[in-house]
């Protein structure tokens, strides 16, 4: 496996590499989980080579503490690279990416950033979309690999190539869950153990809200998941929105033929966690 900080020295053993290969990228921001992992090994399966990235986006954090707070395990994140057999990996530090203009470009995402992750974390994803679309062409994969826990993150991406014709497939990877459902997260290392205890209450509301929905009624599902939450001590809920899978357009009452999913976002005090269901 090889480590590379700068541009220059990645693209020249990227370009040895013959034509023949293909690449995938995983982009991460480091502190590496087992979630990650499935992904890198989805991406190994599909292609020759797979790069990760390794980078802690500042433009996509609206609150500072949280970027300061971002967990570093860098040692042990290329430790667990090289263990399953990561070709590439790319850790550059800020002044390499941004060049001294350390700033999103705003984009067009037609109502896609308006909502639920976008309402509450104001400029986050034009932060996401303009790191992502540097990793693009600096790396020039063929595939890049996403995880389905940011799914809104995943549609963002899938617009901005969209918008940039850049010829690149996103590929979408479904959650990884720890044996008790929670959606793994480099955040969940930050609970308590009552909050650990109290966390997997979030996927369970979610199976639960999904057989409701099996009705139809959309009144009834948002006010179970509302009244799931105020009965628990240790978790606040933040929203939960059921969406149409593509446009994201919130759903007031079901419409047959449409894919809908649910979302959901919950504090355990400062710890905040997210996680997403296909409801048809
Ligand atoms: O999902 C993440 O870890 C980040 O948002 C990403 C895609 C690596 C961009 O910084």
């Known amino acids: 496996?090889?480590?590379?900080?700068?541009?220059?020295?990645?693209?020249?053993?990227?370009?040895?590499?013959?034509?023949n290969s293909t690449l995938g990228l995983v982009p991460t921001m480091g502190a590496l989980h087992e979630g990650h992992l499935s992904i890198v090994r989805r991406a190994k399966e599909e292609n020759n080579q797979v790069i990760v990235s390794i980078f802690v986006n500042p433009t996509q954090f609206d609150k500072k503490e949280d970027l300061v707070n971002y967990p570093n395990t860098l040692e042990a994140d290329l430790e667990a690279l090289e263990s399953i057999g990561c070709d590439y990996v790319f850790t550059p530090s800020i002044e390499e990416v941004y060049q001294g203009d350390t700033k999103s470009e705003s984009f067009d995402f037609e109502g896609l950033d308006k909502v639920m992750e976008g309402q509450f974390r104001t400029g986050h994803f034009d932060g996401v979309a303009t790191i992502v679309k540097k990793l693009f062409l600096i790396t020039k994969p063929d595939k890049a690999y996403f995880g389905e826990k940011d799914y809104q993150q995943l549609l963002i991406i899938k617009k901005m190539v969209g918008l940039e014709s850049i010829p690149i497939e996103i590929?979408?990877?479904?959650?990884y869950r720890e044996h008790d459902g929670l959606a793994m997260s480099s955040r969940n290392t930050r609970l308590s153990q009552a909050q650990r205890l109290a966390a997997p209450e979030i996927y369970q509301t979610l199976l639960k809200s999904k057989k409701l929905f099996e009705n139809g009624d959309l009144t009834?599902?948002?006010?179970?998941?509302?009244?799931?939450?105020?009965q628990n001590k240790e978790l606040d809920l933040e929203y939960f929105e059921v969406a149409e899978i593509e446009s994201l357009k919130s759903a007031n009452e079901f419409t047959p033929n449409t894919k809908y999913r649910a979302f959901i976002a919950v504090f355990a005090d400062k710890v905040r966690l997210i996680d997403n269901i296909a409801l048809n």
């Open 1 to 19: 496996m090889e480590v590379f900080k700068t541009i220059k020295s990645l693209q020249q053993s990227l370009s040895d590499n013959g034509q």
């Open 171 to 175: 590929v979408a990877v479904g959650i």
């Open 220 to 230: 009834k599902v948002k006010s179970f998941v509302k009244n799931e939450f105020i």
